[in-house]
């Protein structure tokens, strides 16, 4: 081949005389191909691979991965056209999987400052608007064996009473999943008067005691008081059936005369014995 070359001289300004490429008469490059690029293969792209695109792999799409489609790789840096976003992970904007990053897409994205997110807009689930918060299930529970007590009576509690036995048991079934994370219990039980110095109720949860009520500890013994004490205990979530049926049981620590008046939970539905409450956290949050 033979080429000869425009010589320039600070002094002379020599023609040149361009021989053509005898390859090819359509080759205006030097590669020794028989297209006009001058990449050295036999395609029309500016690459060095055998396909007819532009990239530097060996598919035949135009982006820079190794497969056949025209899909990108999330993760690398290029919005492709099937990503919203690409950053190279997970940003403020951008979710790992090269979605937007939203509240409410199931992904949590810390970055955005996402603590959780359960796909869901819904409030007393333990993560509401991506953010870990205690969540409370709330069981109003009736009394569903009055053995031992009289419903009606002294001041139309339900009143233990001399002689007519000594529990009052409350059964309810928990509807939480079995694998809820329990953070905390509690129990309220309203309670319009306690009499007779010495004398107490003793709570119980599956069996297990976790609180008292004495006289002294009620208000002022009389079927005219119209004050109802919130007797609130916490009893050790171990020993909470989750899903299950719970049962709760008061027991007198006397038969003597006079009563004990068990009333409805302030401010839920009349008939109400206990307020079951239990705290959870989210799986997101755990
Ligand atoms: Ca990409
Ligand atoms: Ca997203
Ligand atoms: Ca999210
Ligand atoms: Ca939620």
């Not at 603590?115 to 009394?143: K, M, R, W, Y």
């Not at 171990?238 to 006079?258: D, E, P, R």
């Amino acid at each position: 081949m033979l080429v000869l070359f425009a010589v320039l001289s600070s002094s002379a300004c020599v023609d040149a005389t361009i021989v053509p490429n005898p390859e090819s008469s359509s080759d205006s490059d030097s590669d020794g191909d028989s297209d006009s690029d001058s990449d050295g293969d036999t395609d029309s792209d500016s690459d060095t691979d055998s396909d007819t695109d532009t990239d530097t792999d060996s598919d035949s799409d135009t982006d820079s991965d190794t497969d056949s489609d025209t899909d990108g790789v999330c993760g690398d840096g290029t919005q492709d056209s099937d990503e919203d976003c690409d950053d190279l992970g997970e940003s403020a904007t951008c979710d790992t999987d090269c979605t937007v990053a939203e509240c409410g897409d199931g992904l949590t994205n810390a970055t955005a400052l996402e603590e959780c997110d359960d796909a869901n807009t819904d409030l007393g689930d333990g993560c509401e608007n991506c953010t870990c918060v205690t969540a409370q299930s709330i069981l109003n529970v009736p009394f569903t064996s009055t053995t031992g007590w009289l419903a009606t009576g002294c001041c139309n509690e339900a009143n233990y009473r001399h002689g007519d036995g000594t529990t009052l048991v409350a059964t309810f079934t928990d509807t939480l999943p079995t694998t809820t994370t329990l953070s905390a219990l509690n129990v309220q039980i309203g309670i319009r008067h306690a009499c007779t110095s010495g004398t107490s109720m003793t709570f119980q949860l599956n069996g297990v005691t976790f609180g008292t009520w004495g006289s002294a500890d009620g208000p002022h013994c009389a079927c005219s008081n119209s004050t109802v004490a919130t007797a609130s205990f916490y009893p050790d979530e171990s020993g909470y059936n989750l899903g299950a049926s719970n049962t709760i049981s008061i027991l007198h620590s006397t038969s003597t005369q006079c009563m004990e008046a068990i009333t409805t939970v302030p401010s839920t539905t009349a008939g109400t014995a206990f307020r079951v409450t239990a705290d959870y956290t989210s799986d997101q949050c755990i």
